[in-house]
């Protein structure tokens, strides 16, 4: 099944926190908290202003983004968690060190 959100909408796939922390302390399931990073999956058309103007969004799939704890909607799709929110929800994009260097 092929999903594509509607309007200003964003389908986003959580990225597993670690399971060690930084001092290789092994933490639990039920410790772990649900990460805020993810990695765009789908991205709608974008927001349709007053006047019938549709605003891009600024966000692509395979960017990947920070959001806040309880963002968005949680949905199974084809077998797989996912997370339905808007782009507002999104708290920025976060830039690979590579790609930043390429571009200065």
Do not use: C, N, Y
Request: charged letters at 35%; zero cysteines.
């Amino acid at each position: 099944m092929h999903f594509r959100p509607l309007h200003d909408r964003v389908v986003v796939r959580r990225i597993e926190a670690e399971e060690k922390s930084s001092g290789g302390i092994i933490i639990p399931d039920t410790a772990k908290e649900k990460p805020q990073e993810g990695e765009v999956v789908a991205v709608g058309p974008g927001a349709r202003a007053e006047d019938g103007t549709v605003t891009a969004p600024d966000v692509r799939v395979g960017d990947r983004v920070l959001f806040g704890k309880w963002s968005g909607t949680e949905v199974r799709i084809d077998g797989e968690d996912l997370l339905i929110m808007k782009e507002s929800d999104i708290l920025g994009v976060i830039e690979q060190a590579e790609a930043l260097k390429k571009a200065a």
